[in-house]
């Protein structure tokens, strides 16, 4: 069965340290990954993707996402962590076979001034 | 551009009631989704629509059904309305093939009592 995982709950990391939002899934064949960040009473906002190409993709605000095939596995990474970064992020999957996409539980990122 | 809009916002309804969600895309969007977000569960896909016909749907029961209009907008209902409904019901629309990420609106906070 498909299924996307964020092994952390909560993440806490100092400011201008590298921050890492894990997320593994599990799903047969290429699929489409997508981190997204929703701010405290904000809507979710989408923060990059990957479909194909390069395994190092960037996106909004800094961040970027590493696709490692053999690991399923899609952790976003910041190289120096702002406060205003504190929010939920979700990690999402969608296999093209059947169009179904599942979001992960989330994790929380708090920066710590 | 304009961005997802949904309505209402907020919504207080009691026990074995229906309600009626709706959900207008960004301009030029075909495809809108929808999903419950609730601190359990996390984010849980509904269906998708695409061009006015279901083109993907998640595992919940009839009671929740959802259809699109020819302009794209979308609606969503649940009839027979439980407590374990009450949560924040998002709207996100994208372009239209898989690859496309979503654009999440702010959602309709609905509360059952």
């Known amino acids: 069965a498909q299924s996307v995982a964020q092994p952390e709950d909560q993440v806490n990391v100092a400011e201008g340290n590298p921050l890492t939002v894990k997320c593994t899934y599990s799903v047969s064949g290429n699929p489409y990954l997508f981190w997204y960040v929703q701010y405290p009473n904000r809507g979710l906002q989408f923060l990059l993707k990957?479909?194909?190409?390069?395994?190092l993709v960037k996106g909004s605000y800094g961040f970027e996402a590493e696709f490692n095939k053999s690991q399923t596995s899609f952790h976003l990474k910041k190289p120096s962590a702002l406060v205003s970064d504190s929010a939920l992020y979700f990690c999402?999957?969608?296999?093209?076979?059947?169009?179904?996409?599942?979001f992960g539980k989330g994790t929380r990122l708090h920066i710590l001034p | 551009k304009a961005g997802v809009t949904q309505t209402p916002r907020y919504l207080i309804k009691t026990r074995g009631q229906q309600v009626t969600l709706s959900c207008s895309p960004i301009?030029?969007?075909?495809?809108v989704s929808w999903y419950q977000q609730t601190p359990g569960q996390g984010l849980q896909f509904l269906f998708e629509y695409f061009s006015e016909t279901q083109r993907n749907k998640g595992n919940f029961p009839g009671r929740f059904s959802g259809r699109q209009f020819s302009n794209s907008r979308s609606e969503m209902n649940v009839s027979t309305l439980e407590l374990g409904d009450s949560a924040l019901y998002l709207c996100?629309?994208?372009?239209?093939?898989?690859?496309?990420?979503?654009?999440f609106g702010p959602g309709t906070r609905l509360t059952v009592t």
């Open positions: 999402a999957v969608r296999d093209p076979r059947d169009d179904k996409i599942i």
């Open positions: 301009s030029g969007h075909r495809s």
């Open positions: 990957y479909i194909t190409g390069d395994n």
């Open positions: 996100a629309s994208s372009l239209a093939g898989v690859s496309y990420e979503q654009y």
